[in-house]
């Protein structure tokens, strides 16, 4: 495994750590108004798992085939460049996802452009701090989760090339691909095929999908 793919998927894992960090927040947290987000988030939170596996490799697809062509035709300058560009994508990305998922839990919809249109003035986001203020769940919580997700991935990384793993992955790459698209592959079947469900889909949609939308 290239030095140029391997940093990616380090980062992607990181990523995908911070992800479920914030779907456990989400799902087993209290609504802005004392009541449970969902009834059963035992029964949501694997799905959860399985989404954001999907989509976070569905969208860094382009840069690991980047990474693979960089390392076989030898264009070092490209494997330097995809590397950021993946971290940046996916800093916005885990930015735009604590926005959705707060959303979620203080108005009951996901973030969109409509939703923005309706309250982007200076009032409605003045009282927007105030609902935050007056969050009967753990007051001040989105904030900490919108600054800290970004650093918190960064650790996660470093932490990876501490622990030997990157090595072991390098040694076993082969096994590595095996595991990542069997595990594509199991997270498919089991939210679309095995327990599927409208309603958990809809509240579990990941921030790209509203993008795409």
């Known amino acids: 495994m290239s030095s140029f793919l391997r940093k990616q998927i380090q980062w992607l894992v990181s990523v995908w750590v911070v992800h479920i960090v914030l779907r456990i927040f989400l799902l087993f947290r209290m609504d802005a108004y004392g009541s449970p987000f969902v ?15 999907m989509w976070i490799f569905g969208w860094s697809l382009p840069f690991l ?12 300058w490209l ?10 994508l996916h800093s916005v990305l885990l930015l735009c996802t604590v926005v959705d998922q ?13 939703l923005w249109n309706t309250y ?10 105030g609902f935050i203020e ?3 769940s753990w007051t001040f919580l989105p904030y900490i989760l919108f600054l800290f997700c970004i650093p918190l991935a960064i650790i996660i990384y470093r932490l990876q090339n501490k622990t030997g793993i990157q090595k072991w ?3 076993r790459w082969k096994l590595c691909s095996a595991l990542v698209l069997g595990f594509y592959g199991l997270s498919y079947l089991f939210v679309y095929h095995i327990w599927g469900g409208g309603f958990r889909l809809q509240k579990l949609r990941p921030v790209v999908s509203l993008i795409l939308k």
């Open 39 to 53: 009834g059963k988030p035992d029964w949501y939170i694997f799905h959860a798992i399985c989404i954001d596996y």
């Open 65 to 76: 085939i980047g990474a693979l062509l960089a390392d076989k035709l030898r264009i070092a």
């Open 79 to 88: 494997g330097r460049c995809l590397f950021p560009l993946l971290i940046a």
């Open 102 to 114: 707060e959303t979620m839990r203080f108005l009951g919809q996901h973030f969109s452009t409509s």
């Open 120 to 129: 982007h003035s200076n009032e409605s986001l003045l009282q927007l701090l």
């Open 134 to 136: 007056a969050d009967m």
């Open 169 to 171: 992955c390098h040694l």
